[in-house]
């Protein structure tokens, strides 16, 4: 079953905007993770950020996360025709501490 | 090592022929996970190594399903008697530890059950 729920399923923007997509689980996580994939290949980890941490910066991406609503966001500043892929948010659960729990993911397409 | 590696690319078999699939974790890393992607499913995960052990096998679908990891290294992980809906992208991770740590993903196995 999912643990995560992203949001917007599917989003398309103009090349220079900004992208915002979200994602709510349902039970205590230890962190959370939001990956990348290109072409229903490999995972590319973007960024983590823990529990008690609310806010964390990577060059473009900016993600929250609100562990009193079960929320997370990420954000990409000035989009590229190179950011359209898969977006997916990823939990490792208090009692697990091992494994990820995915979403369905979201697809970012970047028009140039 | 640079990634994590996995082999086959791609791999496609009879159905109830037995498959083996590899993955070569980051060198160093002592931790190790093998997930499936499916259309139907989305990404799920199968099966969790610390060190040679597998303190976490909850995700593996049936018993046609097995892995091990020997040297605290590579690993490989069996389905037998194939069938059409084991089709899916079969994707291996390593982490330098447990828990609060990132996964890096290999590119992963694309298997075709025909």
């Known amino acids: 079953s999912q643990q995560g729920e992203e949001d917007p399923q599917a989003l398309s923007i103009q090349e220079g905007e900004n992208a915002t997509m979200n994602c709510s689980y349902k039970?205590?996580?230890?962190?959370l993770q939001w990956y990348r994939q290109n072409s229903g290949r490999g995972l590319v980890h973007l960024i983590l950020?823990?529990?008690?941490?609310r806010e964390k910066h990577s060059g473009r991406l900016r993600v929250t996360l609100d562990t009193s609503k079960k929320s997370s966001s990420l954000l990409i500043t000035a989009s590229r025709a190179a950011d359209t892929a898969s977006y997916f948010c990823?939990?490792?659960?208090?009692?697990?501490?091992?494994?990820?729990?995915f979403g369905k993911g979201i697809t970012l397409s970047v028009r140039p | 090592g640079a990634g994590v590696s996995q082999s086959p690319s791609n791999k496609v078999t009879e159905k109830g022929k037995d498959v083996e699939l590899r993955c070569d974790p980051i060198?160093?890393?002592?931790?190790l996970y093998w997930y499936r992607q499916s259309l139907g499913q989305g990404l799920e995960f199968l099966i969790y190594?610390?060190?040679?052990?597998?303190?976490?096998k909850s995700g593996l679908p049936s018993d046609r399903f097995s892995a091990e990891r020997t040297g605290g290294s590579v690993s490989t992980l069996t389905i037998q008697r194939t069938q059409q809906e084991d089709s899916a992208v079969y994707l291996c991770?390593?982490?330098?530890?447990?828990?609060?740590?990132?996964?890096?993903f290999g590119p992963g196995t694309r298997l075709l059950v025909l």
């Open positions: 991770a390593s982490s330098r530890d447990r828990g609060q740590e990132t996964q890096y």
């Open positions: 039970t205590s996580i230890n962190n």
């Open positions: 950020i823990r529990s008690n941490e």
């Open positions: 990823a939990t490792t659960l208090e009692e697990s501490n091992s494994k990820l729990t």
């Open positions: 060198s160093g890393h002592t931790a």
């Open positions: 190594f610390q060190g040679n052990s597998a303190p976490d």
